[in-house]
C-alpha cells in the first residue's frame, strides 16, 4: 500500500496524474491583482491623514490636504527601491479642507467656505503666505462640504457645494448650495449649473468639458455622472431656491418638476433644463457613493484604456472603469468594474508622474468597505494585459464590444454567453429609488469581426433612457482564459443613426437558450443527536452555489459573512430570527431602522429573482443554526 501511494505522489508530481492533465487543460482564473497593484504609502504614528484633497508636485513630492485642517507635503511618496517616504507639515488650522491643487508654486485648497492660497515664500516648506481668493456663505449645516479646485485650460478653477441636510437635500439655508461655480483669475464667483446634491467628485477633461459624480439620495435614485453645461441643472430640487439671482443662468423653480416616480428620461422631455446622466452607476451594484474621478491620459502607462475614466467609489472603497461617446452630440457610454481592496474610503485620486493613480482616502463618519478611517495607497499597473471588455458602443440596433484581446470565436458566437436585460430608476423627491421597469433584451444576431476583438449584438427592445446590461459571462480569449470582468452597464439616452446589421443565417440567433437548471445538493433532513433534534447545518446549502450568487447580486459589495462592512454581517442577520419569507421582504423593502448604528441605508433589491434571495436567505439562517449547533454541541460535551 505505501509504495502505492508512493507511485500516486510521483505521478502527481511529473504532471502525468489523469486529474493533472486536466488541470493544465484549464488555466488558472486571474485576478485584479495580477494587473493592478495596490501599494500603500508608509503614514507616521501621529498623523492622521485623512485625505479631502490630493496635489502632485512636479518635483515628485505630493501635497495632501485633510478633513483635519491639514497640508502636508510627502518627500518620497513613491517610496524608491522600498525607502519610507518623509512628512512635513506645510499648513494648518485650514477648516475641513476636501479639495486640493498646486499651481505655479503655490497650493490651492478649498475649505469649507473659503478657497485659500497657500505659498511658501521662503522655502523652508510651510505656508506663510494665506490669501483668500473666493468665500461663500455657510449656514453651518455639516453637510455643506465643498470640493475642488479644478482647474480649466484658461485658468480659472471650478468648485463644487453639496446641499445642507435637514432630512432632505435643501440649498436654501446658505446661497448656491448644491451648484457647480466658476472662480476668475480675479476671484469673482459665478454660478454654472445647478441640481447637485453630492457632487465629491468632478473633473474637467481634454475637450475642457466639466462631468462630475453624483450619489444616491433625494431625486437621485442611484449614483451617476453628468456632463455640466452652462444652464444645466442636473436633478437635484435643493439648489433652485437660487435660480432667482439675477445672475443665475437658468430660472427653473421647484414647482416646475414632475414628482410622479416616472423614469428621469421621461421627466426630461417636461423639463428642458433637465440634464440626463451620461452614465449611471447602478446602487449597491457598482457602487455607493460615487467620488472622485480621473481620465487617463497617461498615453499607455496605466494599461490599455487611454482616454477612459477611473471613478472611485468612497463606500465600497473602490475604483471603477468609465468609457464614453457622443451620440447625437450628447455623451452617454458605459460603466465597468476595475479594482476593489482598498484599505479605506476611496474619495481624492490624481495621476502621480510616473503613470500610477494615487488615491486619498477617509472613512470617518461615511463608513466604507476598507477596514481603515483614513489612508494613502497607489494603483499601479504592472504592465499585464487584461482580459476586458475595452468598450461598449451603441449602435442603431444594439451593441458592439470591443475587447482587449483576441476572442475565442467559438465562445463569442455563442448566445448562451450573453445575458442582457434594461431597467432604471424613479425620478421623485424620494430618496434613492427601487430598480424599475426591468426587462430582457433578447439577442437576434452575433457578429464577430475578422480581428475577433469586436463582437457586435443586435437586439429586440433596445429602450431610450434606460440603462442595458451587457454581460457576456462564457467569452473566453485564445488562451482560454475569461473575462476579468464580465459586465458593463450602458445608459443609452440616444441611438445613433445609421444601418442596421445585415445578417448571415450563421449568425442568426436561432432559438433562446435557457440557463441550466440548478444541479444544487439538497438539504438533508435533520436527525436526533443524543434525543435532541440536530439544527440544520450551514454546510448542507450549496454554499459555492449562494457565493456566486452574493456576487452576482453585488450583496458581498456591503456584506460579509461574520465581519461588519457598510452593512451587518451575515452572522448578525441571522441572530434576528427572520423567516426566509421575511428576509424576502426586507431586501425588497429595507427598513433602516431596524439598524439604527449604520449610517448607509441598503437599497432596495426588488431586481434581484425572488427565488436567488430565498437561496441567500436560507443560507444565512443556516449560518445561525450552524452556530446554534455548535453551542449545543459544547453543551454536551460538557455534561
Same mark, same amino acid.
Given at each position: 500500500?505505501?509504495?502505492?501511494?508512493?507511485?500516486?505522489?510521483?505521478?502527481?508530481?511529473?504532471?502525468?496524474?489523469?486529474?493533472?492533465?486536466?488541470?493544465?487543460?484549464?488555466?488558472?482564473?486571474?485576478?485584479?491583482?495580477?494587473?493592478?497593484?495596490?501599494?500603500?504609502?508608509?503614514?507616521?504614528?501621529?498623523?492622521?491623514?485623512?485625505?479631502?484633497?490630493?496635489?502632485?508636485?512636479?518635483?515628485?513630492?505630493?501635497?495632501?490636504?485633510?478633513?483635519?485642517?491639514?497640508?502636508?507635503?510627502?518627500?518620497?511618496?513613491?517610496?524608491?527601491?522600498?525607502?519610507?517616504?518623509?512628512?512635513?507639515?506645510?499648513?494648518?488650522?485650514?477648516?475641513?479642507?476636501?479639495?486640493?491643487?498646486?499651481?505655479?508654486?503655490?497650493?490651492?485648497?478649498?475649505?469649507?467656505?473659503?478657497?485659500?492660497?497657500?505659498?511658501?515664500?521662503?522655502?523652508?516648506?510651510?505656508?506663510?503666505?494665506?490669501?483668500?481668493?473666493?468665500?461663500?456663505?455657510?449656514?453651518?449645516?455639516?453637510?455643506?462640504?465643498?470640493?475642488?479646485?479644478?482647474?480649466?485650460?484658461?485658468?480659472?478653477?471650478?468648485?463644487?457645494?453639496?446641499?445642507?441636510?435637514?432630512?432632505?437635500?435643501?440649498?436654501?439655508?446658505?446661497?448656491?448650495?448644491?451648484?457647480?461655480?466658476?472662480?476668475?483669475?480675479?476671484?469673482?464667483?459665478?454660478?454654472?449649473?445647478?441640481?447637485?446634491?453630492?457632487?465629491?467628485?468632478?473633473?474637467?477633461?481634454?475637450?475642457?468639458?466639466?462631468?462630475?459624480?453624483?450619489?444616491?439620495?433625494?431625486?437621485?435614485?442611484?449614483?451617476?455622472?453628468?456632463?455640466?453645461?452652462?444652464?444645466?441643472?442636473?436633478?437635484?430640487?435643493?439648489?433652485?431656491?437660487?435660480?432667482?439671482?439675477?445672475?443665475?443662468?437658468?430660472?427653473?423653480?421647484?414647482?416646475?418638476?414632475?414628482?410622479?416616480?416616472?423614469?428621469?428620461?421621461?421627466?426630461?422631455?417636461?423639463?428642458?433644463?433637465?440634464?440626463?446622466?451620461?452614465?449611471?452607476?447602478?446602487?449597491?451594484?457598482?457602487?455607493?457613493?460615487?467620488?472622485?474621478?480621473?481620465?487617463?491620459?497617461?498615453?499607455?502607462?496605466?494599461?490599455?484604456?487611454?482616454?477612459?475614466?477611473?471613478?472611485?467609489?468612497?463606500?465600497?472603497?473602490?475604483?471603477?472603469?468609465?468609457?464614453?461617446?457622443?451620440?447625437?452630440?450628447?455623451?452617454?457610454?458605459?460603466?465597468?468594474?476595475?479594482?476593489?481592496?482598498?484599505?479605506?474610503?476611496?474619495?481624492?485620486?490624481?495621476?502621480?508622474?510616473?503613470?500610477?493613480?494615487?488615491?486619498?482616502?477617509?472613512?470617518?463618519?461615511?463608513?466604507?468597505?476598507?477596514?481603515?478611517?483614513?489612508?494613502?495607497?497607489?494603483?499601479?499597473?504592472?504592465?499585464?494585459?487584461?482580459?476586458?471588455?475595452?468598450?461598449?458602443?451603441?449602435?442603431?440596433?444594439?451593441?458592439?464590444?470591443?475587447?482587449?484581446?483576441?476572442?475565442?470565436?467559438?465562445?463569442?458566437?455563442?448566445?448562451?454567453?450573453?445575458?442582457?436585460?434594461?431597467?432604471?430608476?424613479?425620478?421623485?423627491?424620494?430618496?434613492?429609488?427601487?430598480?424599475?421597469?426591468?426587462?430582457?433584451?433578447?439577442?437576434?444576431?452575433?457578429?464577430?469581426?475578422?480581428?475577433?476583438?469586436?463582437?457586435?449584438?443586435?437586439?429586440?427592445?433596445?429602450?431610450?433612457?434606460?440603462?442595458?446590461?451587457?454581460?457576456?459571462?462564457?467569452?473566453?480569449?485564445?488562451?482560454?482564459?475569461?473575462?476579468?470582468?464580465?459586465?458593463?452597464?450602458?445608459?443609452?439616452?440616444?441611438?445613433?443613426?445609421?444601418?442596421? @446589421?445585415? !445578417?448571415?443565417? $450563421?449568425?442568426? *440567433?436561432? +432559438?433562446?437558450?435557457?440557463?441550466?437548471?440548478? /444541479? =444544487?445538493?439538497? &438539504?438533508?433532513?435533520?436527525?436526533?443527536?443524543?434525543?435532541?433534534?440536530?439544527?440544520?447545518? @450551514?454546510? !448542507?446549502?450549496? $454554499?459555492?452555489? *449562494?457565493? +456566486?450568487?452574493?456576487?452576482?447580486?453585488?450583496? /458581498? =459589495?456591503?456584506? &460579509?459573512?461574520?465581519?461588519?462592512?457598510?452593512?451587518?454581517?451575515?452572522?448578525?442577520?441571522?441572530?434576528?430570527?427572520?423567516?426566509?419569507?421575511?428576509?424576502?421582504?426586507?431586501?425588497?423593502?429595507?427598513?433602516?431602522?431596524?439598524?439604527?448604528?449604520?449610517?448607509?441605508?441598503?437599497?432596495?433589491?426588488?431586481?434581484?429573482?425572488?427565488?436567488?434571495?430565498?437561496?441567500?436567505?436560507?443560507?444565512?439562517?443556516?449560518?445561525?443554526?450552524?452556530?446554534?449547533?455548535?453551542?449545543?454541541?459544547?453543551?454536551?460535551?460538557?455534561?
Amino acid at each position: 500500500m505505501k509504495r502505492y501511494y508512493q507511485l500516486l505522489l510521483t505521478l502527481g508530481l511529473l504532471g502525468l496524474g489523469a486529474s493533472s492533465g486536466i488541470a493544465q487543460n484549464k488555466p488558472k482564473p486571474l485576478t485584479e491583482e495580477d494587473f493592478y497593484e495596490i501599494k500603500t504609502v508608509a503614514i507616521p504614528d501621529g498623523i492622521r491623514l485623512e485625505a479631502g484633497g490630493l496635489a502632485p508636485m512636479p518635483d515628485g513630492r505630493l501635497g495632501v490636504c485633510t478633513r483635519r485642517g491639514e497640508i502636508w507635503i510627502i518627500e518620497n511618496p513613491y517610496q524608491t527601491n522600498g525607502t519610507k517616504p518623509s512628512y512635513k507639515l506645510f499648513a494648518s488650522g485650514l477648516h475641513e479642507s476636501l479639495g486640493l491643487a498646486y499651481r505655479d508654486g503655490s497650493f490651492y485648497c478649498t475649505q469649507r467656505g473659503e478657497l485659500t492660497k497657500l505659498t511658501d515664500t521662503d522655502g523652508d516648506d510651510k505656508a506663510d503666505l494665506y490669501e483668500n481668493v473666493a468665500n461663500w456663505d455657510l449656514s453651518g449645516n455639516y453637510h455643506e462640504y465643498s470640493y475642488g479646485p479644478v482647474f480649466d485650460k484658461n485658468g480659472d478653477m471650478y468648485l463644487t457645494f453639496n446641499v445642507a441636510w435637514v432630512g432632505y437635500g435643501e440649498g436654501k439655508l446658505a446661497k448656491w448650495r448644491g451648484w457647480l461655480v466658476k472662480v476668475t483669475k480675479d476671484g469673482k464667483l459665478e454660478p454654472v449649473a445647478t441640481g447637485l446634491r453630492s457632487p465629491a467628485g468632478f473633473t474637467v477633461n481634454s475637450n475642457g468639458d466639466v462631468l462630475f459624480g453624483e450619489n444616491q439620495g433625494d431625486w437621485v435614485g442611484s449614483g451617476r455622472v453628468t456632463h455640466l453645461e452652462k444652464g444645466d441643472f442636473a436633478g437635484n430640487a435643493g439648489g433652485l431656491y437660487w435660480t432667482k439671482e439675477p445672475d443665475s443662468p437658468l430660472k427653473l423653480t421647484r414647482e416646475d418638476l414632475p414628482d410622479t416616480g416616472e423614469p428621469m428620461y421621461e421627466a426630461a422631455k417636461k423639463v428642458k433644463a433637465l440634464k440626463l446622466p451620461a452614465v449611471w452607476f447602478p446602487h449597491a451594484i457598482m457602487g455607493i457613493s460615487t467620488a472622485d474621478m480621473i481620465e487617463d491620459e497617461t498615453n499607455g502607462k496605466f494599461g490599455p484604456f487611454q482616454g477612459q475614466y477611473i471613478v472611485f467609489d468612497q463606500g465600497q472603497s473602490k475604483a471603477m472603469r468609465m468609457s464614453l461617446e457622443k451620440v447625437n452630440g450628447k455623451y452617454q457610454g458605459a460603466c465597468y468594474p476595475f479594482r476593489e481592496g482598498f484599505q479605506s474610503g476611496t474619495v481624492r485620486a490624481r495621476w502621480g508622474n510616473d503613470g500610477s493613480i494615487f488615491v486619498g482616502m477617509t472613512s470617518r463618519g461615511w463608513g466604507s468597505t476598507g477596514k481603515d478611517l483614513y489612508g494613502l495607497q497607489r494603483l499601479v499597473w504592472n504592465g499585464r494585459l487584461p482580459f476586458e471588455m475595452k468598450t461598449i458602443s451603441a449602435k442603431p440596433d444594439g451593441f458592439e464590444i470591443e475587447f482587449t484581446q483576441p476572442v475565442d470565436a467559438k465562445t463569442a458566437a455563442d448566445a448562451a454567453n450573453y445575458e442582457l436585460k434594461s431597467f432604471t430608476y424613479k425620478y421623485h423627491h424620494n430618496y434613492g429609488s427601487p430598480i424599475i421597469n426591468q426587462e430582457k433584451t433578447p439577442l437576434k444576431g452575433i457578429i464577430v469581426s475578422a480581428d475577433r476583438k469586436k463582437v457586435r449584438l443586435v437586439i429586440d427592445n433596445l429602450r431610450k433612457g434606460y440603462i442595458h446590461e451587457v454581460r457576456p459571462s462564457g467569452i473566453l480569449n485564445e488562451e482560454g482564459q475569461p473575462l476579468l470582468h464580465e459586465v458593463g452597464y450602458y445608459t443609452l439616452n440616444n441611438i445613433p443613426d445609421g444601418e442596421a @446589421a445585415q !445578417l448571415t443565417e $450563421s449568425q442568426k *440567433v436561432k +432559438a433562446s437558450t435557457a440557463p441550466a437548471p440548478s /444541479t =444544487s445538493t439538497p &438539504a438533508k433532513k435533520t436527525t436526533p443527536v443524543n434525543g435532541t433534534k440536530k439544527v440544520a447545518d @450551514a454546510g !448542507l446549502i450549496d $454554499s459555492k452555489q *449562494v457565493a +456566486a450568487l452574493l456576487k452576482k447580486h453585488a450583496c /458581498t =459589495s456591503c456584506h &460579509a459573512e461574520a465581519t461588519r462592512v457598510v452593512g451587518p454581517p451575515f452572522t448578525e442577520v441571522a441572530k434576528r430570527n427572520y423567516t426566509n419569507e421575511q428576509i424576502l421582504e426586507l431586501v425588497y423593502h429595507p427598513k433602516p431602522e431596524n439598524w439604527p448604528d449604520y449610517a448607509t441605508e441598503m437599497a432596495s433589491m426588488t431586481h434581484v429573482p425572488k427565488a436567488d434571495v430565498l437561496k441567500i436567505a436560507a443560507w444565512i439562517n443556516a449560518l445561525g443554526k450552524k452556530k446554534a449547533q455548535a453551542d449545543l454541541n459544547k453543551l454536551e460535551n460538557h455534561d
